[in-house]
C-alpha cells in the first residue's frame, strides 16, 4: 500500500498571505489527522477528521482550518499567516477506530518570511 | 501543554550498546505509543502498549508501561548507527479520543 503522502514538501509564503496543505491518507483509512511541529512547542495536535466530520480539536486559533473530502483526502488552511506559524506540518492517518496507532507522511515544510 | 515529558533529551551511545529513554505523562491514560523520526520528517510508528499492558517487544525494542508511576520506558538493544533519531513518546487519553498528546521527545545519536 502507498504511504500517506502530503503536498507540497515544501513552500514559503509571506506574511499576511495564505495556505493550503493537502493529504492524501493510506487507502482504506478514514481518518487524518494534523499535528504541527516547532522546535519551540514541539508536536502540537491541531484537528483530526473522520468521515468528513471534525471529532477532535487542538488549541489553536480559528485562523486554522481544515476539511475532509469523501474520498478521505484532506486539506488544511491557514490564513492570515504569521512568522510564528513557520512549522513542519504533519499528516497523519488511521483506520479510524479508536486507539490505534496512526501513520504520519514526510510533512509540508512551512516558512513564513 | 504536552502531556509526556521524555528523558533524557539527548543521548549518545556507542553501537551496539543499549539505549535506554523514559516517558513520564500526567493523566490516565488508554494506550501509550513510542514513535521515531529522522532528521525532521515524518514519524514512524514503533509501538503501541494499552494501559492493561506491562510490557510488550517488538524486533529490539522492548517497552515497559507503570500506570501507577505514569511512566513508560523504550528500550533498544544492540543500537545501529540507523537508529539515530528522535523518539517521542505519544499518549491517547481514552477509547473516544483520537488525538496523539506528544512528549518533547529523545534524540539519540549512536556513534559507529
Known amino acids: 500500500k502507498a504511504g500517506v503522502t502530503q503536498t507540497p514538501r515544501y513552500l514559503i509564503k509571506t506574511r499576511g498571505q495564505q495556505v493550503t496543505l493537502s493529504c492524501s491518507p493510506i487507502?482504506?483509512?478514514?481518518?487524518v489527522s494534523w499535528y504541527q511541529q516547532t522546535p519551540g512547542q514541539g508536536l502540537q495536535f491541531l484537528f483530526e477528521y473522520f468521515s468528513e466530520t471534525q471529532r477532535n480539536k487542538g488549541n489553536f486559533p480559528g485562523r486554522f482550518s481544515g476539511r475532509q473530502f469523501s474520498n478521505s483526502r484532506s486539506e488544511m488552511n491557514v490564513s492570515t499567516l504569521e512568522l510564528g506559524d513557520s512549522a513542519l506540518y504533519l499528516c497523519?492517518?488511521?483506520?479510524?477506530?479508536?486507539?490505534?496507532?496512526?501513520?504520519f507522511g514526510p510533512g509540508t515544510r512551512l516558512t513564513v518570511t | 501543554s504536552q502531556q509526556g515529558e521524555e528523558d533524557p533529551q539527548a543521548l549518545s551511545i556507542q553501537e551496539g550498546e543499549n539505549a535506554t529513554m523514559n516517558c513520564s505523562y500526567k493523566?490516565?491514560?488508554?494506550?501509550l505509543q513510542w514513535y521515531r523520526q529522522n532528521s525532521g520528517r515524518g514519524l514512524v510508528h514503533l509501538i503501541l502498549i494499552r494501559s492493561n499492558e506491562r510490557e510488550k517487544h517488538s524486533g529490539r525494542l522492548r517497552v515497559t508501561l507503570d500506570t501507577s508511576k505514569k511512566s513508560s520506558s523504550l528500550l533498544i538493544t544492540a543500537s545501529r548507527a540507523a537508529d539515530t533519531a528522535s523518539y517521542f513518546c505519544a499518549t491517547l487519553l481514552s477509547s473516544n479520543d483520537y488525538k496523539l498528546s506528544f512528549g518533547a521527545g529523545t534524540t539519540v545519536t549512536v556513534r559507529a
Open positions: 497523519a492517518s488511521s483506520q479510524g477506530t479508536s486507539g490505534t496507532e496512526q501513520y
Open positions: 493523566t490516565s491514560i488508554n494506550n
Open positions: 487507502s482504506g483509512h478514514r481518518s
